[in-house]
């Protein structure tokens, strides 16, 4: 049975930070790219950041990240551990969503953090169900 789960949400202040894990199970994690995206009440759900672990020609792809939140969130992986991490710095009100973590079969990196709304829930193989982040002003 294939898992993701995320952990490490809650409630901060502006200006803190957190780190988010997404546990994987069920699956070859080093041939998937796993990406987090976020969706805030009323907005649709947008990719963060993405991390791949290779392609068809097992190329690792750099880390990508939206631009609005580049420079403040890092995105890693432990292969060991099948875990995804996302560290979040620097953390804004607007950055108050569900955060969820997806994963996909050797997915670029560039079209993983673009995806949106349904691109993004129908081009995703895998999906956690989310851990919610609220940042107080």
């Known amino acids: 049975e294939v898992q993701l789960v995320e952990s490490g949400g809650g409630l901060v202040q502006a200006g803190e930070s957190l780190r988010l894990s997404c546990v994987t199970s069920g699956f070859t994690f080093g041939d998937y790219t796993f990406g987090w995206f976020r969706q805030a009440p009323g907005k649709e759900r947008e990719g963060v950041a993405c991390?791949?672990?290779?392609?068809?020609?097992?190329?690792?792809?750099?880390?990508s990240y939206s631009e609005s939140v580049k420079g403040r969130f890092t995105i890693s992986a432990d292969n060991a551990k099948h875990t995804v991490y996302l560290q979040m710095n620097t953390l804004k009100p607007e950055d108050t969503a569900t955060y969820y973590c997806a994963a996909v079969f050797r997915g670029p990196c560039p079209v993983v953090v673009s995806m949106r709304s349904q691109t993004a829930l129908n081009g995703m193989d895998y999906w956690g169900k989310g851990t919610l982040v609220t940042v107080s002003s």
């Open positions: 991390i791949g672990n290779s392609d068809a020609t097992f190329t690792r792809y750099p880390e």
